[in-house]
């Protein structure tokens, strides 16, 4: 390809739909690199509003006249600590796969850099997920570097680890006695043992989810079938709106699931359980018998049944 076929020029409106299409490749490139992204389909940018605005320089590079990749320059007021007052953050930067390797990402670069220094602004920044190792060594090589490394930390909804079994266990057990240690049979509460909460979670993570930082969460819920089975959460954790959140992520699981009807179990006596639940839009549908599970056998056990409509 001769590079007099490469054309840089400025986006217009009539360019929305290709530049959204743009965009949307940038979304399935960075999607590996945060799980954190809803499902598709999700926009990134307000393209519409970047091509208007006059703070904004759009580029779109056609080859032949066909646009094959783009990005954009926005300029902004830098934090007072800086030494300078003004910055451009880049943008949407993206060339077609089959259009790469051959110097169409620099001449957008280019293009930009130019614009900005016509603006009177000489600091340019961008960002890029540290593990898009191919996406941070072609940034390199036109000049950038490391500035801060931004941290997260999920500590919302999540699947949890097979490594915090041994802590989501100590919730389910430490919940146990709490609320259920005065109001139990013997016989149940006797073989509630930590090691056997240990024993029975590996088979439920795949239908569990924890609320907390990764490695100490703070709660978790699981489901079994049209059932909400458990719902523990850390004493600590209490009055922070994490049951509210492990709550409706389970009926939303439940109803994605296709039931329209789903119900727990809450142990008799448990008050402060069935206050949550009735809360939450659950309601007491009787007395039922609710055989569980013992090392010696099984044990029926008579529980209050709430459903709710989904």
Known sequence: MKMENIKIREAELKDLDTLLEFEQGVIEAERPFDAGLKPDPINYYDIEQLVASPDVRFAVAEVDGKPV??????????????????????????????FRRRGINNLILDDLYRWALSKG?????????????????AYEKAGFSPYLLQMQATIGIRTPH?????????????GL?????????????????????????????????????????????????????????????????????????????LKSRGFTTAWLACAIGNDRAARFYEKCGWSRIGI???????????FDLDVWRYEKDL
């Open 177 to 253: 006695q709490d609320a259920h240690a005065a109001i139990l049979p013997h016989e149940l509460r006797d073989d509630r043992t930590l090691e056997s909460f240990r024993e029975r979670l590996p088979a439920l993570l795949d239908d569990t989810r924890a609320i907390g930082p990764p490695g100490i969460p703070y709660g978790f819920c699981t489901l079994k079938n049209d059932e909400l089975y458990q719902l523990y959460l850390s004493a600590g954790a209490r009055g922070t709106g994490a049951a509210q959140m492990l709550m409706n992520d389970a009926e939303s699981r």
């Open 69 to 98: 990749g783009c990005g954009y320059a926005r300029i902004e007021e830098a934090k007072p600590y800086l030494q300078y007052d003004r910055q451009s953050y880049l943008g949407l930067m993206y060339v077609l796969p089959d």
């Open 121 to 137: 602004v000489t600091d340019i920044c961008l960002e890029v997920y540290p593990d898009n190792t191919s996406a941070v060594r």
């Open 288 to 298: 039922v018998n609710n055989p569980v599970q013992l090392a010696s056998g099984p």
């Open 162 to 174: 097979a490594s915090e079994i041994n802590h989501l266990a100590k919730i389910w057990y430490d």
